[in-house]
Every structure is written in structure tokens, then in C-alpha cells.
Nanobody, 112 residues
Framework: VQLVESGGGLVQAGGSLRLTCAAS????????MGWYRQAPGKQRELVAA???????DYADSVKGRFTISRDNAKNTVYLQMNSLKPEDTAIYYC???????WGQGTQVTVSS
């Protein structure tokens, strides 16, 4: 299984970005998927997760601003990020949770 993230970049505070994670293989639809992030000097943390049944969970810091979704027909999971803050700056990683596969990460930088 390969996970490839895209959609990161530089955005001003208050702006939006949409991250995409494309997965190879036929097992995508039965696995929970998650978005994690790691800021410099900090531990990697869970940002949002979505199960195969589309139940969602979010870190308190992003509730109401970020939305995770998935398209099983496209083997893709998304993270829509709105009202971005400088503290959202980090490398964002996609993970197939049950099998512990990780993508290479995509940088998100939010300027104040």
C-alpha cells in the first residue's frame, strides 16, 4: 500500500487548504484513515480520523474548522482546512490506521 499526500502549501491566516491522500491497493474502503500532523519540536498528533463507516473524530484544536471525508471509489481521503491559524503549521501525514501505513507528508505553512 502506498499513500501519497498533496495539497499543502503556504497560506495566510484565515485561509483554506484542502489536503488529498491517494491510496493504492484494494483495501482502502475497509480501513479507517487518519490525518496527523507534526510541528517542529513537537510530537506527531492526530488531527482527524474517519472509519470505513464514515464516523469521524477530530482533535479539539481543529473542531469546527477542519473536515475529513473519503471517496472509496477513488481510494482517496481529504482534509478540508478552513480558518487556518499559524499554529496549524506542520507537516501533515496520511495514515491507514489499522495497518499502520503512512504517507510521506505534505507541508502546511500558515503565515500571520
Amino acid at each position: 500500500v502506498q499513500l501519497v499526500e498533496s495539497g499543502g502549501g503556504l497560506v495566510q491566516a484565515g485561509g483554506s487548504l484542502r489536503l488529498t491522500c491517494a491510496a493504492s491497493g484494494s483495501i482502502f474502503s475497509i480501513n479507517a484513515m487518519g490525518w496527523y500532523r507534526q510541528a517542529p519540536g513537537k510530537q506527531r498528533e492526530l488531527v482527524a480520523a474517519i472509519t470505513s463507516g464514515r464516523s469521524r473524530d477530530y482533535a479539539d484544536s481543529v473542531k469546527g474548522r477542519f473536515t475529513i471525508s473519503r471517496d472509496n471509489a477513488k481510494n482517496t481521503v481529504y482534509l478540508q482546512m478552513n480558518s487556518l491559524k499559524p499554529e496549524d503549521t506542520a507537516i501533515y501525514y496520511c495514515r491507514m490506521i489499522g495497518l499502520n501505513y503512512w504517507g510521506q507528508g505534505t507541508q502546511v505553512t500558515v503565515s500571520s
